[in-house]
Protein backbone atom coordinates (compact mmCIF):
# COMPACT_ATOMS: atom_id res chain seq x y z
CA UNK A 1 0.00 0.00 0.00
CA UNK A 2 1.13 3.61 -0.70
CA UNK A 3 0.09 6.25 0.91
CA UNK A 4 0.04 9.01 -1.90
CA UNK A 5 -0.86 12.59 -1.21
CA UNK A 6 -2.94 12.55 -4.40
CA UNK A 7 -5.60 11.08 -2.66
CA UNK A 8 -5.68 13.24 -0.41
CA UNK A 9 -5.92 16.32 -3.18
CA UNK A 10 -8.86 13.99 -5.13
CA UNK A 11 -10.75 13.58 -1.75
CA UNK A 12 -10.21 17.07 -0.97
CA UNK A 13 -11.30 18.65 -4.48
CA UNK A 14 -14.22 16.50 -4.24
CA UNK A 15 -15.24 17.73 -1.30
CA UNK A 16 -14.87 21.60 -2.83
CA UNK A 17 -16.70 20.38 -5.61
CA UNK A 18 -19.97 19.30 -3.68
CA UNK A 19 -19.70 22.31 -1.66
CA UNK A 20 -19.65 24.70 -4.40
CA UNK A 21 -21.42 23.36 -7.17
CA UNK A 22 -23.24 20.51 -5.45
CA UNK A 23 -21.98 18.24 -7.76
CA UNK A 24 -21.37 14.68 -6.53
CA UNK A 25 -18.98 12.65 -7.92
CA UNK A 26 -17.69 9.43 -7.30
CA UNK A 27 -14.18 8.92 -9.08
CA UNK A 28 -15.13 4.87 -9.87
CA UNK A 29 -17.72 6.45 -11.85
CA UNK A 30 -15.51 8.53 -13.94
CA UNK A 31 -15.36 7.18 -17.17
CA UNK A 32 -11.91 6.42 -18.53
CA UNK A 33 -12.88 7.74 -22.18
CA UNK A 34 -13.43 11.91 -21.69
CA UNK A 35 -12.65 13.46 -24.65
CA UNK A 36 -11.17 16.90 -22.13
CA UNK A 37 -9.28 15.01 -19.90
CA UNK A 38 -7.80 13.30 -22.95
CA UNK A 39 -7.35 17.10 -24.49
CA UNK A 40 -5.38 17.80 -21.59
CA UNK A 41 -3.04 15.16 -21.27
CA UNK A 42 -1.93 16.11 -25.34
CA UNK A 43 -1.91 19.74 -24.77
CA UNK A 44 1.07 18.82 -22.10
CA UNK A 45 -0.94 20.96 -19.74
CA UNK A 46 -0.19 18.50 -16.98
CA UNK A 47 1.27 20.40 -13.71
CA UNK A 48 -0.62 18.65 -10.48
CA UNK A 49 -1.36 15.54 -12.60
CA UNK A 50 -0.04 12.53 -10.95
CA UNK A 51 3.37 10.90 -12.55
CA UNK A 52 2.39 13.32 -15.54
CA UNK A 53 4.09 17.18 -14.54
CA UNK A 54 7.83 16.65 -15.52
CA UNK A 55 9.12 18.59 -18.41
CA UNK A 56 10.13 14.96 -20.35
CA UNK A 57 6.87 13.78 -19.72
CA UNK A 58 4.69 16.74 -20.67
CA UNK A 59 7.02 16.89 -23.98
CA UNK A 60 6.29 13.10 -24.78
CA UNK A 61 2.45 13.94 -24.12
CA UNK A 62 2.06 16.51 -27.18
CA UNK A 63 4.46 14.10 -29.25
CA UNK A 64 2.07 10.93 -28.18
CA UNK A 65 -0.81 12.79 -28.40
CA UNK A 66 -2.74 9.60 -26.08
CA UNK A 67 -6.11 9.15 -26.63
CA UNK A 68 -7.21 6.06 -24.80
CA UNK A 69 -6.33 4.93 -21.50
CA UNK A 70 -4.30 2.16 -22.18
CA UNK A 71 -1.57 5.31 -23.74
CA UNK A 72 -1.45 6.38 -20.36
CA UNK A 73 -0.42 3.09 -18.97
CA UNK A 74 1.80 2.13 -21.41
CA UNK A 75 3.55 5.94 -20.57
CA UNK A 76 3.40 5.18 -16.75
CA UNK A 77 5.29 2.21 -17.18
CA UNK A 78 7.65 3.49 -20.11
CA UNK A 79 8.90 6.35 -18.36
CA UNK A 80 11.24 4.45 -15.78
CA UNK A 81 14.82 3.91 -16.19
CA UNK A 82 15.12 0.89 -17.81
CA UNK A 83 12.40 1.02 -20.99
CA UNK A 84 13.01 5.31 -21.08
CA UNK A 85 15.08 4.65 -24.08
CA UNK A 86 11.72 3.00 -25.84
CA UNK A 87 9.04 6.06 -25.73
CA UNK A 88 10.38 7.51 -29.19
CA UNK A 89 9.80 3.97 -30.55
CA UNK A 90 6.54 3.55 -29.08
CA UNK A 91 5.32 7.12 -29.87
CA UNK A 92 6.36 6.50 -33.62
CA UNK A 93 4.55 3.49 -33.88
CA UNK A 94 1.33 4.60 -32.40
CA UNK A 95 1.48 6.99 -34.37
CA UNK A 96 2.37 5.71 -37.85
CA UNK A 97 1.46 2.30 -37.36
CA UNK A 98 3.17 1.43 -40.89
CA UNK A 99 6.25 1.19 -38.37
CA UNK A 100 5.67 -1.36 -36.86
CA UNK A 101 8.10 -3.93 -36.48
CA UNK A 102 8.51 -7.25 -34.49
CA UNK A 103 11.68 -8.98 -34.35
CA UNK A 104 9.99 -12.00 -34.82
CA UNK A 105 6.85 -13.69 -35.70
CA UNK A 106 6.40 -15.00 -32.18
CA UNK A 107 6.56 -11.65 -30.55
CA UNK A 108 3.05 -10.18 -32.38
CA UNK A 109 0.62 -11.52 -29.51
CA UNK A 110 2.88 -10.48 -26.60
CA UNK A 111 3.44 -7.36 -27.98
CA UNK A 112 1.06 -6.27 -30.59
CA UNK A 113 -1.54 -4.10 -27.66
CA UNK A 114 1.77 -1.81 -26.64
CA UNK A 115 2.90 -1.22 -30.90
CA UNK A 116 5.74 -3.87 -31.00
CA UNK A 117 7.19 -2.57 -28.10
CA UNK A 118 8.33 -3.89 -24.58
CA UNK A 119 6.67 -1.73 -21.95
CA UNK A 120 5.82 -4.20 -18.94
CA UNK A 121 7.29 -6.74 -16.87
CA UNK A 122 4.51 -9.07 -17.86
CA UNK A 123 5.15 -9.04 -21.19
CA UNK A 124 8.89 -10.46 -20.32
CA UNK A 125 7.35 -13.32 -17.91
CA UNK A 126 4.99 -13.97 -21.59
CA UNK A 127 7.98 -13.95 -24.24
CA UNK A 128 10.26 -16.03 -21.44
CA UNK A 129 7.38 -18.99 -22.06
CA UNK A 130 6.19 -18.84 -25.27
CA UNK A 131 10.14 -17.37 -27.48
CA UNK A 132 12.57 -19.22 -25.33
CA UNK A 133 10.53 -22.41 -23.65
CA UNK A 134 10.86 -21.75 -19.86
CA UNK A 135 7.91 -22.78 -17.37
CA UNK A 136 6.10 -20.77 -15.64
CA UNK A 137 7.68 -20.94 -12.64
CA UNK A 138 11.04 -20.57 -14.64
CA UNK A 139 9.71 -17.20 -15.43
CA UNK A 140 8.76 -16.19 -12.66
CA UNK A 141 12.08 -16.87 -10.98
CA UNK A 142 13.72 -13.72 -14.14
CA UNK A 143 10.80 -11.84 -13.61
CA UNK A 144 11.82 -11.54 -9.70
CA UNK A 145 15.26 -11.13 -10.57
CA UNK A 146 14.31 -7.96 -13.15
CA UNK A 147 12.00 -6.65 -10.55
CA UNK A 148 14.79 -6.96 -7.46
CA UNK A 149 17.63 -5.85 -10.15
CA UNK A 150 19.80 -9.23 -9.36
CA UNK A 151 22.26 -9.05 -12.24
CA UNK A 152 24.03 -12.28 -11.21
CA UNK A 153 20.67 -14.21 -12.04
CA UNK A 154 20.29 -11.97 -14.91
CA UNK A 155 23.32 -13.23 -16.45
CA UNK A 156 23.87 -16.70 -15.43
CA UNK A 157 20.18 -17.18 -17.79
CA UNK A 158 21.45 -15.99 -21.17
CA UNK A 159 22.85 -18.98 -22.31
CA UNK A 160 19.45 -20.93 -21.59
CA UNK A 161 17.30 -17.86 -22.62
CA UNK A 162 19.11 -17.94 -26.25
CA UNK A 163 19.29 -21.70 -26.78
CA UNK A 164 15.69 -21.78 -25.83
CA UNK A 165 14.77 -18.98 -27.94
CA UNK A 166 16.88 -20.73 -30.85
CA UNK A 167 14.68 -23.94 -30.46
CA UNK A 168 11.71 -22.21 -30.86
CA UNK A 169 12.84 -20.83 -34.21
CA UNK A 170 14.69 -17.56 -33.82
CA UNK A 171 17.66 -17.11 -35.43
CA UNK A 172 21.20 -16.88 -32.69
CA UNK A 173 21.41 -13.05 -34.15
CA UNK A 174 17.29 -12.81 -32.76
CA UNK A 175 18.00 -14.51 -29.69
CA UNK A 176 21.25 -12.44 -28.64
CA UNK A 177 19.18 -8.99 -29.70
CA UNK A 178 16.20 -10.13 -27.92
CA UNK A 179 18.08 -10.49 -24.55
CA UNK A 180 20.19 -7.49 -25.16
CA UNK A 181 16.37 -5.74 -25.34
CA UNK A 182 15.53 -7.46 -21.83
CA UNK A 183 18.33 -5.93 -20.19
CA UNK A 184 17.61 -2.47 -19.59
CA UNK A 185 14.22 -3.47 -17.74
CA UNK A 186 16.58 -4.65 -14.85
CA UNK A 187 17.28 -0.92 -14.48
CA UNK A 188 13.91 -0.20 -12.97
CA UNK A 189 10.92 -1.46 -14.66
CA UNK A 190 6.83 -1.58 -13.73
CA UNK A 191 4.93 -3.93 -13.88
CA UNK A 192 1.73 -3.34 -15.65
CA UNK A 193 -0.44 -3.60 -12.28
CA UNK A 194 1.44 -1.06 -10.94
CA UNK A 195 1.52 1.12 -13.90
CA UNK A 196 -2.53 1.10 -14.22
CA UNK A 197 -3.25 1.84 -10.85
CA UNK A 198 -1.03 4.88 -11.23
CA UNK A 199 -2.34 5.89 -14.72
CA UNK A 200 -5.91 5.90 -12.98
CA UNK A 201 -5.26 8.27 -10.34
CA UNK A 202 -3.63 10.31 -13.39
CA UNK A 203 -6.29 10.15 -15.06
CA UNK A 204 -8.64 11.18 -12.30
CA UNK A 205 -6.38 14.36 -11.26
CA UNK A 206 -6.74 15.36 -14.92
CA UNK A 207 -10.53 14.62 -15.19
CA UNK A 208 -10.89 17.14 -12.20
CA UNK A 209 -8.34 19.92 -13.50
CA UNK A 210 -10.03 19.83 -17.31
CA UNK A 211 -13.59 19.98 -15.45
CA UNK A 212 -13.18 21.80 -12.40
CA UNK A 213 -10.02 23.70 -12.50
CA UNK A 214 -10.41 25.92 -9.39
CA UNK A 215 -11.83 23.07 -7.30
CA UNK A 216 -8.59 20.74 -8.39
CA UNK A 217 -6.27 23.86 -7.66
CA UNK A 218 -7.65 24.83 -4.86
CA UNK A 219 -7.32 21.24 -3.01
CA UNK A 220 -3.37 20.76 -5.11
CA UNK A 221 -2.39 24.29 -3.47
CA UNK A 222 -3.65 23.33 0.04
CA UNK A 223 -1.79 20.49 0.12
CA UNK A 224 1.50 22.37 -0.52
CA UNK A 225 0.60 24.83 2.24
CA UNK A 226 4.37 24.74 3.41
CA UNK A 227 5.79 23.88 0.62
CA UNK A 228 6.37 27.46 -1.13
CA UNK A 229 8.24 26.88 -3.99
CA UNK A 230 5.27 24.34 -4.99
CA UNK A 231 3.02 27.09 -4.34
CA UNK A 232 4.88 29.32 -6.67
CA UNK A 233 4.65 26.64 -9.69
CA UNK A 234 0.98 26.24 -8.66
CA UNK A 235 -0.21 29.64 -8.20
CA UNK A 236 1.93 30.44 -11.80
CA UNK A 237 -0.37 27.22 -13.56
CA UNK A 238 -3.60 29.02 -11.83
CA UNK A 239 -2.52 32.05 -13.89
CA UNK A 240 -1.89 29.79 -17.23
CA UNK A 241 -5.26 28.55 -17.14
CA UNK A 242 -6.99 31.93 -16.64
CA UNK A 243 -7.55 31.67 -12.63
CA UNK A 244 -6.79 34.23 -10.58
CA UNK A 245 -5.08 33.74 -6.94
CA UNK A 246 -6.47 36.45 -4.68
CA UNK A 247 -4.60 37.51 -1.68
CA UNK A 248 -5.93 36.03 1.83
CA UNK A 249 -9.13 37.69 2.91
CA UNK A 250 -10.56 37.73 6.40
CA UNK A 251 -14.26 36.80 5.64
CA UNK A 252 -13.53 34.98 2.03
CA UNK A 253 -10.08 32.19 3.48
CA UNK A 254 -10.23 29.22 5.01
CA UNK A 255 -7.35 27.05 6.82
CA UNK A 256 -6.94 25.65 2.97
CA UNK A 257 -7.33 27.32 -0.63
CA UNK A 258 -10.84 27.73 -1.75
CA UNK A 259 -13.08 28.69 -4.65
CA UNK A 260 -14.64 32.01 -5.01
CA UNK A 261 -18.02 30.43 -7.14
CA UNK A 262 -18.16 31.29 -10.96
CA UNK A 263 -15.42 33.88 -10.98
CA UNK A 264 -12.39 31.71 -11.88
CA UNK A 265 -11.07 33.00 -8.59
CA UNK A 266 -9.23 31.10 -5.17
CA UNK A 267 -8.97 32.40 -2.28
CA UNK A 268 -5.48 32.12 -0.61
CA UNK A 269 -5.40 29.94 2.15
CA UNK A 270 -4.67 31.93 5.87
CA UNK A 271 -3.11 29.22 7.19
CA UNK A 272 -0.21 29.45 4.81
CA UNK A 273 0.54 32.85 6.14
CA UNK A 274 3.99 32.88 8.43
CA UNK A 275 3.13 33.52 11.77
CA UNK A 276 -0.50 32.24 11.21
CA UNK A 277 -1.09 28.93 12.30
CA UNK A 278 -3.59 26.40 11.42
CA UNK A 279 -5.64 26.69 15.07
CA UNK A 280 -5.93 30.27 14.89
CA UNK A 281 -7.71 30.03 11.29
CA UNK A 282 -9.64 27.63 12.52
CA UNK A 283 -11.19 30.05 15.49
CA UNK A 284 -11.36 32.88 12.85
CA UNK A 285 -13.84 29.91 10.84
CA UNK A 286 -16.16 29.32 13.71
CA UNK A 287 -16.33 32.60 14.93
CA UNK A 288 -17.49 34.11 11.64
CA UNK A 289 -19.61 30.95 9.99
CA UNK A 290 -23.03 32.72 9.23
CA UNK A 291 -21.98 36.28 9.84
CA UNK A 292 -19.23 37.80 8.39
CA UNK A 293 -16.89 40.28 9.86
CA UNK A 294 -18.44 43.79 9.13
CA UNK A 295 -15.73 45.61 10.04
CA UNK A 296 -11.77 45.50 11.46
CA UNK A 297 -13.76 46.94 14.94
CA UNK A 298 -16.45 43.82 14.34
CA UNK A 299 -13.20 41.72 14.46
CA UNK A 300 -11.64 42.96 17.29
CA UNK A 301 -14.49 42.48 19.26
CA UNK A 302 -15.43 39.12 18.20
CA UNK A 303 -12.12 37.50 18.42
CA UNK A 304 -9.85 36.70 21.35
CA UNK A 305 -6.51 37.39 22.59
CA UNK A 306 -5.47 33.97 21.04
CA UNK A 307 -5.76 35.73 17.40
CA UNK A 308 -5.45 39.44 18.11
CA UNK A 309 -1.78 39.30 19.26
CA UNK A 310 0.60 41.65 17.56
CA UNK A 311 2.53 38.91 15.74
CA UNK A 312 -1.00 37.11 13.81
CA UNK A 313 -2.52 40.58 13.46
CA UNK A 314 0.97 42.08 11.50
CA UNK A 315 0.97 39.69 9.32
CA UNK A 316 -2.50 39.48 8.90
CA UNK A 317 -2.24 42.99 7.51
CA UNK A 318 0.95 43.19 5.63
CA UNK A 319 -0.77 39.79 3.56
CA UNK A 320 -3.86 41.56 3.44
CA UNK A 321 -6.06 39.95 4.80
CA UNK A 322 -8.04 42.98 5.93
CA UNK A 323 -7.96 44.88 2.77
CA UNK A 324 -11.22 45.06 2.93
CA UNK A 325 -11.31 47.70 6.20
CA UNK A 326 -8.77 49.77 5.01
CA UNK A 327 -5.49 49.77 3.46
CA UNK A 328 -2.45 47.93 4.97
CA UNK A 329 -0.26 51.76 5.48
CA UNK A 330 -2.66 52.72 7.41
CA UNK A 331 -3.91 49.34 9.73
CA UNK A 332 -0.05 49.08 10.19
CA UNK A 333 0.87 52.71 11.45
CA UNK A 334 -2.22 52.28 14.03
CA UNK A 335 -1.37 48.44 14.66
CA UNK A 336 -0.09 49.60 18.68
CA UNK A 337 -3.78 51.56 18.83
CA UNK A 338 -5.52 48.34 17.35
CA UNK A 339 -3.92 46.28 19.92
CA UNK A 340 -4.66 48.49 23.26
CA UNK A 341 -8.35 49.18 21.65
CA UNK A 342 -8.72 45.02 21.70
CA UNK A 343 -7.38 44.70 25.02
CA UNK A 344 -9.50 47.15 26.68
CA UNK A 345 -12.57 44.85 25.32
CA UNK A 346 -11.38 41.87 26.31
CA UNK A 347 -10.86 43.29 29.74
CA UNK A 348 -13.98 44.74 30.19
CA UNK A 349 -16.00 41.26 28.72
CA UNK A 350 -13.99 38.79 31.30
CA UNK A 351 -14.72 41.15 33.83
CA UNK A 352 -17.80 39.65 34.74
CA UNK A 353 -18.83 42.50 36.84
CA UNK A 354 -22.53 42.04 38.66
CA UNK A 355 -24.44 43.71 41.83
CA UNK A 356 -25.46 42.11 45.01
CA UNK A 357 -29.16 40.72 43.17
CA UNK A 358 -27.01 39.12 40.09
CA UNK A 359 -27.42 41.48 37.49
CA UNK A 360 -24.38 42.97 35.47
CA UNK A 361 -23.17 46.36 36.24
CA UNK A 362 -23.23 48.92 33.85
CA UNK A 363 -20.09 51.13 32.88
CA UNK A 364 -20.08 53.96 30.99
CA UNK A 365 -16.68 53.19 29.17
CA UNK A 366 -18.04 52.55 25.80
CA UNK A 367 -14.33 51.86 23.53
CA UNK A 368 -14.12 53.20 20.63
CA UNK A 369 -11.23 52.51 17.40
CA UNK A 370 -10.04 55.96 15.63
CA UNK A 371 -7.16 54.94 12.98
CA UNK A 372 -5.07 57.81 12.01
CA UNK A 373 -3.94 58.14 8.56
CA UNK A 374 -0.16 57.98 7.83
CA UNK A 375 1.03 60.70 5.93
CA UNK A 376 3.23 58.30 3.60
CA UNK A 377 2.14 55.20 2.09
CA UNK A 378 4.31 51.88 2.09
CA UNK A 379 5.31 51.34 -1.42
CA UNK A 380 3.40 48.66 -4.24
CA UNK A 381 6.85 47.55 -3.97
CA UNK A 382 7.42 47.24 -0.24
CA UNK A 383 4.08 45.48 -0.21
CA UNK A 384 5.47 42.99 -2.85
CA UNK A 385 8.47 42.06 -0.31
CA UNK A 386 5.88 41.71 2.67
CA UNK A 387 3.93 38.90 0.18
CA UNK A 388 7.39 37.15 -0.10
CA UNK A 389 8.13 37.35 3.59
CA UNK A 390 4.82 36.30 4.63
CA UNK A 391 3.20 33.91 1.68
CA UNK A 392 6.55 32.64 0.65
CA UNK A 393 5.85 34.17 -2.76
CA UNK A 394 4.33 37.67 -4.80
CA UNK A 395 1.01 37.03 -5.17
CA UNK A 396 -0.68 40.50 -6.60
CA UNK A 397 1.94 41.03 -9.02
CA UNK A 398 5.52 40.31 -10.00
CA UNK A 399 8.53 42.36 -9.17
CA UNK A 400 9.61 41.52 -12.73
CA UNK A 401 6.65 42.87 -14.17
CA UNK A 402 8.56 46.44 -15.14
CA UNK A 403 11.74 44.33 -16.87
CA UNK A 404 9.39 42.05 -19.14
CA UNK A 405 10.18 44.14 -22.23
CA UNK A 406 14.02 43.86 -21.40
CA UNK A 407 13.90 40.33 -20.60
CA UNK A 408 11.59 39.58 -23.54
CA UNK A 409 14.39 40.56 -25.59
CA UNK A 410 17.70 40.18 -24.61
CA UNK A 411 17.15 36.42 -22.54
CA UNK A 412 15.32 33.12 -23.54
CA UNK A 413 12.74 31.80 -20.91
CA UNK A 414 13.63 29.64 -18.07
CA UNK A 415 11.00 26.90 -18.66
CA UNK A 416 12.25 26.91 -22.56
CA UNK A 417 15.46 25.72 -21.95
CA UNK A 418 15.32 21.69 -22.12
CA UNK A 419 17.71 18.73 -21.86
CA UNK A 420 18.68 18.43 -25.42
CA UNK A 421 19.82 22.24 -24.95
CA UNK A 422 23.00 20.35 -23.05
CA UNK A 423 26.16 22.40 -23.78
CA UNK A 424 24.34 25.07 -25.51
CA UNK A 425 25.09 28.84 -25.08
CA UNK A 426 22.41 30.86 -23.30
CA UNK A 427 21.77 34.24 -22.29
CA UNK A 428 18.95 33.83 -19.35
CA UNK A 429 17.96 36.94 -16.88
CA UNK A 430 15.40 37.02 -14.03
CA UNK A 431 15.33 37.76 -10.07
CA UNK A 432 17.11 36.16 -7.49
CA UNK A 433 14.73 33.78 -5.07
CA UNK A 434 17.94 32.19 -3.29
CA UNK A 435 21.84 31.47 -2.86
CA UNK A 436 23.11 28.55 -1.29
CA UNK A 437 26.84 29.17 -1.09
CA UNK A 438 29.48 25.97 -0.21
CA UNK A 439 32.91 25.68 0.28
CA UNK A 440 35.04 22.64 -2.48
CA UNK A 441 37.47 20.49 -1.07
CA UNK A 442 40.18 23.10 -1.77
CA UNK A 443 38.69 25.81 0.46
CA UNK A 444 37.01 27.81 -2.63
CA UNK A 445 33.87 29.53 -2.25
CA UNK A 446 31.05 28.44 -5.31
CA UNK A 447 27.33 29.06 -5.42
CA UNK A 448 23.88 27.62 -6.23
CA UNK A 449 21.70 30.47 -7.35
CA UNK A 450 17.97 29.99 -7.75
CA UNK A 451 17.13 32.57 -10.57
CA UNK A 452 13.49 33.28 -11.33
CA UNK A 453 11.47 34.48 -14.42
CA UNK A 454 8.10 34.64 -15.65
CA UNK A 455 8.20 31.25 -17.06
CA UNK A 456 9.73 29.45 -14.22
CA UNK A 457 12.85 28.79 -12.26
CA UNK A 458 16.39 27.56 -12.71
CA UNK A 459 19.31 26.63 -10.50
CA UNK A 460 22.33 28.56 -11.67
CA UNK A 461 25.67 27.18 -10.73
CA UNK A 462 28.72 29.39 -9.80
CA UNK A 463 32.33 27.57 -10.10
CA UNK A 464 34.57 29.27 -7.77
CA UNK A 465 35.97 31.83 -10.52
CA UNK A 466 32.69 33.22 -11.47
CA UNK A 467 31.65 33.57 -7.83
CA UNK A 468 34.42 35.60 -6.65
CA UNK A 469 33.99 37.77 -9.90
CA UNK A 470 30.44 38.47 -9.77
CA UNK A 471 29.97 38.18 -5.94
CA UNK A 472 28.35 41.86 -5.74
CA UNK A 473 25.72 40.15 -7.81
CA UNK A 474 24.29 37.75 -5.33
CA UNK A 475 21.57 39.33 -3.33
CA UNK A 476 18.34 37.95 -3.19
CA UNK A 477 15.66 39.95 -4.88
CA UNK A 478 18.26 41.36 -7.23
CA UNK A 479 17.59 41.14 -11.39
CA UNK A 480 20.48 39.85 -12.91
CA UNK A 481 21.49 38.68 -16.87
CA UNK A 482 23.51 35.86 -16.93
CA UNK A 483 25.00 34.21 -20.05
CA UNK A 484 26.14 30.57 -19.84
CA UNK A 485 26.23 26.96 -20.56
CA UNK A 486 23.60 24.56 -20.01
CA UNK A 487 24.32 21.43 -18.43
CA UNK A 488 21.53 19.04 -18.29
CA UNK A 489 23.83 15.67 -17.60
CA UNK A 490 24.17 14.10 -14.07
CA UNK A 491 27.17 12.51 -12.26
CA UNK A 492 26.84 9.72 -15.01
CA UNK A 493 26.65 11.22 -17.90
CA UNK A 494 23.02 10.87 -18.45
CA UNK A 495 20.69 13.80 -19.79
CA UNK A 496 18.18 14.95 -16.74
CA UNK A 497 14.76 16.99 -16.69
CA UNK A 498 16.33 19.81 -14.86
CA UNK A 499 19.14 21.71 -17.21
CA UNK A 500 21.06 23.81 -14.94
CA UNK A 501 23.38 27.15 -16.30
CA UNK A 502 26.64 27.35 -15.40
CA UNK A 503 27.70 31.02 -15.09
CA UNK A 504 30.27 31.94 -17.74
CA UNK A 505 29.31 36.17 -16.97
CA UNK A 506 26.88 38.27 -15.40
CA UNK A 507 25.55 41.79 -14.85
CA UNK A 508 22.85 43.74 -12.96
CA UNK A 509 19.73 44.75 -14.70
CA UNK A 510 18.79 48.14 -13.25
CA UNK A 511 14.89 49.15 -12.95
CA UNK A 512 16.51 52.45 -15.39
CA UNK A 513 17.63 50.18 -18.01
CA UNK A 514 15.05 48.66 -17.86
CA UNK A 515 12.66 51.53 -18.15
CA UNK A 516 15.08 53.06 -20.86
CA UNK A 517 15.73 49.67 -22.92
CA UNK A 518 13.77 50.24 -26.59
CA UNK A 519 12.16 46.98 -28.43
CA UNK A 520 14.42 46.21 -31.64
CA UNK A 521 11.92 47.57 -33.72
CA UNK A 522 12.32 51.39 -32.82
CA UNK A 523 15.21 51.97 -35.29
CA UNK A 524 15.56 48.60 -37.81
CA UNK A 525 18.41 50.33 -40.04
CA UNK A 526 20.89 50.67 -37.00
CA UNK A 527 20.24 47.40 -35.63
CA UNK A 528 20.74 45.41 -38.84
CA UNK A 529 24.15 47.53 -39.56
CA UNK A 530 25.10 46.27 -36.01
CA UNK A 531 23.68 42.56 -36.61
CA UNK A 532 22.54 42.32 -33.22
CA UNK A 533 20.32 38.84 -33.42
CA UNK A 534 16.20 39.09 -32.58
CA UNK A 535 14.59 38.32 -29.32
CA UNK A 536 13.52 34.46 -28.00
CA UNK A 537 16.05 32.21 -28.90
CA UNK A 538 18.12 34.01 -30.77
CA UNK A 539 19.29 36.01 -27.68
CA UNK A 540 21.11 32.55 -26.85
CA UNK A 541 23.71 33.85 -29.48
CA UNK A 542 24.10 37.95 -27.86
CA UNK A 543 26.64 39.13 -26.36
CA UNK A 544 25.62 39.55 -22.31
CA UNK A 545 26.21 42.67 -21.85
CA UNK A 546 24.81 45.77 -23.97
CA UNK A 547 26.71 47.76 -26.80
CA UNK A 548 26.16 51.51 -27.68
CA UNK A 549 25.94 51.49 -31.50
CA UNK A 550 26.98 55.19 -33.15
CA UNK A 551 26.34 55.58 -36.79
CA UNK A 552 28.61 58.08 -38.96
CA UNK A 553 28.30 58.46 -42.51
CA UNK A 554 32.44 58.67 -42.65
CA UNK A 555 35.45 59.12 -41.03
CA UNK A 556 35.56 62.69 -42.54
CA UNK A 557 34.67 64.68 -39.68
CA UNK A 558 37.40 64.70 -37.67
CA UNK A 559 36.17 67.12 -34.67
CA UNK A 560 33.06 65.23 -34.46
CA UNK A 561 35.38 61.77 -34.03
CA UNK A 562 37.76 64.10 -31.10
CA UNK A 563 34.53 64.94 -29.17
CA UNK A 564 33.30 60.77 -29.07
CA UNK A 565 36.70 59.87 -28.46
CA UNK A 566 36.82 62.76 -25.58
CA UNK A 567 33.30 61.71 -24.04
CA UNK A 568 33.98 58.53 -23.90
CA UNK A 569 37.45 58.61 -21.89
CA UNK A 570 35.32 61.13 -19.84
CA UNK A 571 32.84 58.23 -19.08
CA UNK A 572 34.67 55.08 -19.53
CA UNK A 573 33.00 52.09 -18.57
CA UNK A 574 32.39 48.02 -19.23
CA UNK A 575 29.41 48.78 -22.02
CA UNK A 576 31.39 48.43 -25.65
CA UNK A 577 30.75 51.60 -27.91
CA UNK A 578 30.75 50.49 -32.01
CA UNK A 579 30.87 52.55 -34.54
CA UNK A 580 28.50 51.76 -37.56
CA UNK A 581 30.19 53.74 -40.72
CA UNK A 582 28.92 54.34 -43.87
CA UNK A 583 25.65 53.87 -45.73
CA UNK A 584 23.44 50.88 -46.91
CA UNK A 585 26.34 49.16 -48.42
CA UNK A 586 29.49 48.83 -47.70
CA UNK A 587 28.71 49.27 -43.85
CA UNK A 588 31.49 48.50 -41.36
CA UNK A 589 30.78 47.97 -37.64
CA UNK A 590 34.19 48.80 -35.56
CA UNK A 591 34.68 48.21 -32.08
CA UNK A 592 36.34 51.06 -30.12
CA UNK A 593 39.12 50.38 -27.54
CA UNK A 594 37.28 52.15 -24.53
CA UNK A 595 33.51 51.59 -23.34
CA UNK A 596 31.47 53.85 -21.72
CA UNK A 597 29.45 53.61 -18.85
CA UNK A 598 25.88 53.19 -19.61
CA UNK A 599 24.58 55.28 -16.25
CA UNK A 600 26.52 58.00 -17.34
CA UNK A 601 25.42 61.65 -18.70
CA UNK A 602 27.82 60.08 -21.24
CA UNK A 603 25.27 58.59 -23.10
CA UNK A 604 23.17 61.72 -23.24
CA UNK A 605 26.49 63.66 -24.64
CA UNK A 606 26.92 61.04 -27.69
CA UNK A 607 23.25 61.71 -28.59
CA UNK A 608 23.41 65.14 -28.42
CA UNK A 609 26.30 64.72 -30.02
CA UNK A 610 25.66 62.57 -32.86
CA UNK A 611 21.72 62.84 -33.38
CA UNK A 612 18.99 60.75 -31.42
CA UNK A 613 18.51 58.46 -34.08
CA UNK A 614 22.26 57.67 -34.55
CA UNK A 615 22.73 56.57 -31.30
CA UNK A 616 21.13 52.70 -29.77
CA UNK A 617 21.95 51.17 -26.34
CA UNK A 618 21.37 47.26 -26.55
Same mark, same amino acid.
Given at each position: ????????????????????????? %??????????? %??????????????????????????????? $?????????????????????????????????????????????? %??????????? %??????? $????????????????KKKRDIMKAEEPKFIEGCIKQGLTTSQAKTLWSQIQPFADYSFNKAHATCYAQIAYWTAYLKAHYPDAFMAALMTSALDDTDRLAVEIGECKHMGLTVLSPDINESYVGFSVVPNKNQIRFGMAAIKNVGTAVVEEIEAIREGQPFSSLDDFLTRCSSKVVNRKTMESLIKAGAFDAFADRSTLLFNLDTILAYASRLHKQNASGQVDIFGSEIETSFTPSLELIRPSEQVSPHEQLIWERELLGLYLSQHPLDSYQVYLNEKTIPLAEIKPEHDSKSVSVGGAIADIREITTKNGQKMAFVKLEDFSGESEIVLFPGSYEKFQHLWQRDKVVLIRGKVNAKDKDGKLTDEPKIMVNDAQEITLDMAKRYKPKGKSPTLKEAASVPGPGAKAANESLNPKVYIRLKGTDDQSTLLSLKQTIDNYQGPTDVVLVLGEAEGRQAIKLPNGINPESKGIEELRVLVGEDNLVLR
Open positions: FLGLSNLTILSNALRIIKRVYKDDI %TLVNIPNDDKQ %TFELFQSGDTIGVFQFESAGMKRYMRELKPN $AFEDLVAMNALYRPGPLSEIPKFIECKNNPSSIHYLHQSLEPILKD %TYGVMVYQEQI %TQLLQLV $AGYSAGEADLVRKAIG
